[in-house]
């Protein structure tokens, strides 16, 4: 079993930045889609960021602008740039990679604590 490790989290205020990164522990493969995602206390876990190995980005509208997904496919690393950091963007986040054809696999971080305070 692939483990993904993210790191990068921690306490910043607002308006700052902060850089997480994801890697993975064993093999994945092209043609697979990495992302962000993020759970706020009492709220669900919502995507933040997504990028395939071919390079398609998509934002959450909430962050769009403030965040940069980025994907290294040599060092098989993925990031997320946040910038102008919000309180609302307070949670743990996790990094994902699936894969829909075979090999079929749906990997999951362990999470990541971001904290902006006001």
């Known amino acids: 079993q692939v483990q993904l490790v993210e790191s990068g989290g921690g306490l910043v205020q607002a308006g700052g930045s902060l850089r997480l990164s994801c890697a993975p522990s064993?093999?994945?493969?092209?043609?697979?889609?990495w992302g962000w995602y993020r759970q706020a206390p009492g709220h669900q876990r919502e995507m933040v960021a997504t990028v395939t190995s071919g390079g398609t980005i998509d934002y959450a509208a909430s962050v769009e602008g403030r965040f940069t997904i980025s994907r290294h496919n040599g060092k098989n690393t993925m990031y997320l740039q946040m910038d102008s950091l919000k309180p609302e963007d307070t949670g743990l986040y996790y990094c994902?990679?699936?894969?829909?054809?075979?090999?079929?696999?749906?990997?999951w971080g362990q999470g990541t604590q971001v904290t902006v305070s006001s």
């Open positions: 994902r990679a699936r894969r829909r054809v075979t090999p079929t696999y749906d990997y």
């Open positions: 064993g093999r994945v493969f092209s043609g697979d889609i």
